[in-house]
């Protein structure tokens, strides 16, 4: 399937749940969903055989935004669409997509330690990266971290 | 007791390769039952040291990621930055990149192969294969100065070039490699003893590496055709293609043919470059400051799909840079394959994926019972050439 045919069709397939689409940049398509709405989004895009899921991002747009973003992207060919998730920092949570995509268990682990953004439903919520001695609450990756937090 | 698990705890020191890991295998007799990793040993907070520099020293940075394919990993950065600074690199330099990033998995492949041949107690060809390994490190070597992290690339170009003495050079070594190659694709097509170790085992269907989403030549031994390369080209690959190289039976001896296979397209590949070098300036000028926006970088690692995502905000560093790199996916093939298999043949199946520790890590639990046997990979591996005499 050419590049744009692949990003129409995504497109159309996960239109019942858009909250927004943009293109941010050619070969992409960035489309923002409610977090209950996640496990539905992705089943649709595995269902129709869509590609597969190569990664998941966590992002933190600073304290003043308020929100947490986990970003969800599946490559087809040279396409890649990615489904955002924005949950509130105050209580950080998106559903698991263990049920539609098996092998989703490593990248969600990460997420939760580095971000601190619980996945519910994940079979496995042992640290993958960070030692066992790391402090419960502190998330590496979010931009408040602060090194004094580790203690010693 | 009977109905208790019995759970062979693995590493961390060095599971396979020189490199940290920890794993968990339940066992009930000979058979794997379960199986669990916990990683993060070499696990140096990468992604967030490139947050707190600039882009030039983020490059540096992210090219020590990992000592095997350093130059895929900073292509893939400066690739994702020159984007967002809406910036190309030259066609010369851009066929420099891809003329490292061969050798750089002509390196990695011949690697494989021997560390993979040590496994299953088949160390004359771990011998040779690294014997011939050295050549394409002193090519290398001899275009960037460097064996590892090789330092080729600069956001905007490479910093080094290659002349007609170079050229030849690099030619010469191609077609003792070719050749040798030749002798390995044999060797692990038909050695009688070699293909008790590798054909029928950790057989992973063209559905299971589907659902489980593995990628580079673990992903095209089960007949999945996914090669960055080909299906969204970055730097000459459109130009200057690589066939795809695949084989259907999804067991250790496909995994063998497609990397020794692959040898051969790397070949080609470099060789019509070279005849075919552009002219011209070998860097382009890239701004100090990028301003605010997303991208994502992907290459063809070595191991397979390699993922790069970057945000710029405004500012000369990065507000995020996010690896995936191919091992993860792929490890996690490991922990289904090992269920049913002989704990013997756990090392090789391990090894199959040709897992890179440190590339993981940027980001496996002892359990303390009371039965617990710990082993190290050396016993385990012994335990495996022992079990197969």
């Known amino acids: 399937m050419e590049t744009d045919t692949c990003l129409q069709k995504a497109a159309e397939l996960l239109a019942p749940w858009a909250q927004e689409t943009i293109e941010p940049e050619p070969g992409r398509v960035d489309v923002a969903v409610a977090p209950g709405d996640l496990v539905a989004a992705a089943r649709a895009l595995m269902d129709a055989r869509w590609g597969y899921l190569t990664a998941i991002t966590g992002l933190d747009p600073g304290e003043e935004d308020g929100r947490l973003e986990a970003l969800y992207h599946f490559a087809c060919g040279a396409a890649i669409v990615t489904l955002r998730v924005r949950v509130p920092r105050t209580r950080p949570a998106v559903p698991s997509l263990i049920d539609v995509i098996p092998s989703v268990s490593f990248y969600e682990r990460e997420l939760m330690e580095m971000f601190g953004i619980v996945v519910e439903g994940t079979p496995n919520t042992d640290r993958l990266f960070l030692p066992e001695d790391w402090p419960d609450g502190v998330y590496p990756l979010r931009k408040d971290f602060r090194m004094e937090q580790l203690g010693g | ?389």
């Open chain 2, 1 to 389: 007791m009977a109905s208790e698990k019995f759970v062979i705890p693995i590493g961390p020191q060095h599971p396979a390769l020189k490199e940290p890991g920890h794993f968990e295998f339940n066992v009930d007799g000979e058979i794997v039952t379960d199986a669990s990793v916990r990683l993060g040993y070499v696990h140096r907070g990468i992604e967030k040291g490139a947050e707190t520099r600039n882009f030039v020293q983020a490059e540096y940075l992210v090219e020590r990621i990992c000592g095997i394919c350093s130059h895929v990993h900073a292509t893939a950065f400066c690739l994702g930055v020159e984007r967002l600074a809406g910036v190309e690199a030259p066609p010369r330099a851009q066929a420099i990149r891809q003329i490292v990033a061969e050798l750089e998995r002509i390196h990695s492949h011949l690697l494989w192969v021997g560390v993979a041949a040590h496994e299953a107690g088949f160390d004359t060809l771990f011998m040779y294969t690294w014997r011939d390994r050295e050549t394409v490190m002193n090519l290398l070597e001899g275009i960037t100065g460097n064996r590892v992290n090789y330092s080729a690339n600069v956001l905007g170009g490479v910093k080094c070039d290659i002349g007609p003495e170079q050229a030849e050079a690099i030619q010469i070594g191609l077609n003792f490699l070719e050749e040798r190659t030749r002798h390995y694709l044999e060797v692990v097509s038909s050695d009688a003893m070699f293909l008790r170790r590798t054909r029928g085992i950790g057989v992973m269907t063209r559905e299971d590496a589907e659902r489980m989403g593995v990628v580079g030549p673990t992903a095209r031994a089960s007949g999945v055709p996914r090669d960055v390369r080909i299906d969204a080209p970055y730097l000459l690959y459109a130009e200057h293609p690589v066939e795809l190289v695949i084989e259907e039976a999804g067991d250790l001896e496909a995994r063998f043919k497609v990397r020794v296979r692959e040898l051969f397209e790397s070949y080609r590949v470099i060789r019509e470059l070279l005849t075919a070098l552009p002219e011209g300036e070998l860097t382009a000028r890239i701004p100090r400051r990028i301003k605010p926006a997303e991208t994502i970088s992907r290459v063809e690692a070595p191991r397979g799909e390699l993922f790069y995502f970057i945000k710029s905000n405004g500012t000369d560093s990065a507000e995020r840079v996010k690896v995936r790199t191919p091992t993860l996916p792929n490890m996690a093939s490991v922990l289904a394959l090992s269920v049913g298999h002989q704990l013997a043949d756990v090392p090789m199946i391990l090894a199959g994926i040709d897992p890179c520790f440190s590339c993981n890590d940027r980001m496996a639990v002892v359990k303390r019972n009371g039965d617990e046997q710990v082993w190290t990979w050396e016993q385990l591996r012994q335990y495996g050439i022992e079990y197969y005499r």
